[in-house]
């Protein structure tokens, strides 16, 4: 059975990058979607990212041009480049693949 693990979340300042990584045990993420979501607090789940089997890529509109999904060569693990974060995306950051979730990592924004 698949297992993920995200990491990489932290805390930063407004206008600062994160990278954050998804790793995946039990087999690789080559041939499936994987995609990142969000919740930040008091908020519902958001859709932040995917990376399609096809290779294709989609994103949010408020994360277009600063945010990029991508993955390793191996499709061991899926990153998710954030630059120029603020304050609103305050959030834990998940990744999904074939309804396995990881737990999760916690990123913070101060302005």
């Known amino acids: 059975q698949v297992q993920l693990l995200e990491s990489g979340g932290g805390l930063v300042h407004a206008g600062a990058s994160l990278i954050l990584s998804c790793s995946a045990s039990g087999r690789t993420f080559c041939g499936y979607p994987v995609t990142w979501y969000r919740r930040a607090p008091g908020k519902e789940r958001e859709f932040v990212a995917v990376s399609k089997k096809s290779g294709q890529t989609y994103y949010t509109n408020s994360v277009k041009g600063r945010f990029t999904i991508s993955r390793n060569a191996a499709q061991e693990t899926v990153y998710l480049e954030m630059t120029s974060l603020n304050n609103e995306e305050t959030a834990m950051y998940c990744c999904?693949?074939?309804?396995?979730w990881g737990p999760g990592t916690q990123v913070t924004v101060t302005s």
């Open positions: 999904n693949m074939e309804k396995n």
